[in-house]
C-alpha cells in the first residue's frame, strides 16, 4: 500500500506551507527590527 504521487503532494503542500510561514516569519522580523533601531 505505497502512495508516492499522495505522498509527494503532501511533502510538496507542507513545504509551500513552511515556505509561506517563513516569509512571514521574516517580514515581521525586519518590521520589527525597524521599530526597535
Given at each position: 500500500m505505497k502512495?508516492?504521487?499522495i505522498l509527494h503532494e503532501i511533502?510538496?503542500?507542507y513545504?509551500?506551507?513552511f515556505s509561506?510561514?517563513?516569509q512571514d516569519q521574516t517580514k515581521k522580523f525586519?518590521?520589527?527590527n525597524q521599530i526597535i533601531t
Open positions: 502512495h508516492p504521487l511533502r510538496g503542500f513545504q509551500f506551507m509561506e510561514w517563513l525586519v518590521v520589527y
